[in-house]
């Protein structure tokens, strides 16, 4: 019992420190110029795809190369919302996440009747498909290459949804539009700072969400199916409802970002589906710690702020930067590191994912974790000593540490 | 011969301490891998509380049929029947649900997981049934079955060792957690396959010890073991399977003194 309620006060410390970093991220991005809203706003709905995508990675072990399917399907499906029914974002959402999940129960009953290898070349082809799709037969639904926005309220009943919106809720509110409409929650406009604060709150949740879902039983299954699949069957588990319901899982809370990144920007393109989009969230959850609840919100994090910023840097910043050295090593330097900056951070990223993989295997978490190890060496020196030596056990195994 | 869904009443008969029921039926299991015949018309009856023991020389078939019995591998013919329900075409979850479980050969745990979480998960499976959705039911908030995965632990000598990760346990005591893992769903039928091996004597004879009681406390239990005297101290009956086929049947004494048995597996062994 007392182990119960240690880690129910762990978990709950754990979402208060979560959230006031979240909602304290203005402040804290200020020194390395990434307060503006709409970093802020993509690295809380990028935390979001990275939370459920680790939900099924990180839990059960297997990895999709699908995600980027339901960020695409949140995205029209929300796009669709506001051109039909209301400019208020809470519909759209709702929808959103509802059509992702009932995607992602499609998707996932077919490709999880394999496993390994075999499950990712399924979800990969699933959301290669779609991607396909979108440019081609479904173009009247996602206007293909121009992509899917909002327009103002049409007057003529001849003219194309693509190019005309209807509103109808918004209509019989007697709303009243002026210019291009805005997204909003009951009036509260989602652009600027206001979307990122709302973008922040669904980030809280959704953690606190995830958070429930490690500690349950059902977690404690899909723990179980990574662990020894084969043997969780002798056990009398089937595995497969389990698999499906935490790949459903994952698939709406990717539909939640692909909703939020058209309610933070009203455009929906099929390039959000690319296969690229979907290796992106496998990179982000490796990168800060498959399995972690934090890790995969700090991948999300660095791999954002990476795109934003070390994509718009030039020379002429690289040339501040390094501006303390010699003139004939500055240019040296300035013109090795250019080729990782600009349209080069891919390569920045992918150096980052090499030095981390092959030193921290486990991630950013992993990092911390041997930071916070040696700070406590001293620590547990001293309580040694201070023990007998006959309570000393030299070959004591290892003890299992739960997920922070 | 014909699968039938129930088994007559009838064909049930006195055994051991007086518990009448035929609860377990091999029924002409049959099957060859690549035109080698792994086993050919066995034919096996369990009854309630016995604990009946499969021997045989290395590759006579006795982890095939085990594995068949419990959905691993499809026979070519014939049909397994637990309490009346044929297992035959059943997945292991939905045979493990109907109250048999099973240890490895090899020990089969979650390594990733705490020596508590491994026997925690088959009490839950127990409890909850095959699949159950609750996403927001702390594992640790499980009193009840925590309690009981302790004590289970606490009595196969893993009392120290709750949250200890079982990737680092020894052999022996991962034979010993996959021994709890299956005794904490009160099975009705215990299978085993070379429970003891790796074990040191000492362990060896505490794992006696223990299946001794969990026998007085009625559970059927079929035990694959190469260990004689591990086979003598439990066994109330005992097949002899050889080359796929069952050469006897019969009370220990019995099977000591079968000359085909001394035969084809004992050979110079004195029994």
């Known amino acids: ?404 | 011969m014909a699968v039938t869904e129930t088994i007559n009443a009838d064909e049930s008969r006195e055994f051991g301490r007086g518990t009448p029921n035929k609860v377990f039926h091999i029924d002409d299991v049959h099957k060859s891998f690549a035109g080698l015949h792994a086993l050919a018309d066995v034919d096996l009856d369990v009854y309630e509380g016995e604990t009946h023991a499969i021997i045989g020389p290395n590759g006579a078939g006795k982890s095939t049929l085990l594995n068949v019995c419990v959905g691993r591998l499809a026979p070519d013919r014939g049909a397994v029947v637990f309490d009346g329900h044929v297992l035959t075409g059943r997945q292991p979850h939905e045979i493990n649900q109907l109250g048999v479980a099973r240890v490895f050969q090899t020990p089969e745990v979650f390594p990733d997981l705490s020596v508590l979480e491994n026997v925690m998960v088959p009490a839950l499976s127990k409890r909850d049934g095959h699949f159950r959705l609750n996403p927001f039911k702390n594992f640790f908030g499980e009193k009840i079955i925590r309690d009981e995965a302790k004590e289970t632990l606490a009595s196969l000598g893993l009392g120290e060792q709750f949250d200890v990760v079982s990737s680092s346990l020894s052999r022996g005591d991962k034979r010993r957690l996959e021994l709890a893992m299956g005794l904490i769903q009160h099975p009705r039928l215990l299978l085993l396959d070379e429970p003891t091996a790796g074990m040191a004597r000492h362990d060896t004879n505490a794992t006696i010890d223990l299946l001794k009681q969990i026998k007085e406390d009625g559970m059927t239990i079929v035990i694959i073991e190469h260990d004689m005297h591990v086979v003598f101290s439990l066994a109330d009956r005992i097949s002899v399977l050889a080359g796929g086929r069952i050469i006897a049947q019969g009370l220990p004494d019995e099977i000591k003194g079968n000359p085909k048995v001394k035969e084809a597996y004992l050979g110079e062994e004195q029994v």
């Open chain 1, 1 to 404: 019992m007392e182990n119960s309620k240690n880690q129910t006060r762990n978990d709950f410390l754990l979402l208060i420190g979560f959230a006031a970093v979240v909602l304290a991220g203005p402040i804290i991005l200020e020194p390395i110029g990434g307060n503006y809203p709409d970093l802020l706003q993509k690295l809380c709905i990028y935390g979001i795809f990275a939370i459920g995508f680790n939900i099924l990675f990180g839990l059960t072990g297997y990895l999709s190369f699908g995600h980027a399917a339901f960020i695409g399907v949140g995205s029209y499906m929300t796009l669709w919302s506001f051109k039909l029914l209301t400019m208020n974002v809470l519909p759209a959402i709702a929808f959103s996440i509802v059509l992702a999940a009932i995607f992602a129960y499609c998707i996932g009953y077919v490709s999880l009747r394999r496993s390994g290898i075999y499950f990712s070349i399924l979800t990969l082809a699933f959301a290669q498909m779609c991607y396909a799709l979108a440019y081609s037969v479904l173009t009247p639904i996602t206007n293909g290459e121009t992509g899917l926005q909002t327009r103002a309220i049409r007057s003529d009943a001849s003219t194309s949804l693509l190019d005309g919106d209807i509103r109808v809720i918004d209509q019989a509110l007697g709303v009243q539009e002026f210019g291009v409409p805005t997204t909003h929650f009951f009036g509260i406009p989602m652009s600027g700072y206001t979307g990122f604060y709302f973008c922040a709150v669904l980030l809280i949740i959704c953690f606190f969400l995830a958070q429930l879902i490690t500690r349950s039983n059902f977690g404690m299954m899909l723990k179980a199916i990574k662990s020894n699949q084969n043997r969780l069957n002798y056990t009398g588990v089937y595995a497969r409802p389990y698999l499906i319901t935490a790949f459903v899982i994952s698939g709406m809370y990717a539909g939640l970002a692909g909703s939020l990144l058209a309610v933070t920007d009203p455009i929906a393109g099929a390039e959000r589906m690319q296969w690229t989009a979907s290796g992106e969230v496998v990179l982000m959850t490796i990168l800060g710690g498959v399995g972690t609840l934090v890790g995969p919100v700090l991948g999300a994090g660095l791999n954002k702020y990476a795109e934003q910023k070390v994509s718009s840097w030039n020379e002429g910043i690289l040339h501040n930067i390094f501006s303390f050295l010699p003139d004939s090593i500055e240019d040296g330097v300035v013109g090795f590191t250019s080729l990782f900056v600009g349209e080069g951070w891919h390569m920045t990223l992918g150096l980052m994912f090499m030095v981390i993989v092959i030193f921290l295997p486990g991630g950013l978490m992993e990092g911390f974790r041997r930071i916070l190890a040696i700070f406590r060496k001293p620590k547990d020196n001293q309580s040694a000593q201070s023990n007998t030596v006959s309570n000393s056990k030299p070959d004591e195994p290892s003890v299992a540490q739960p997920a922070e």
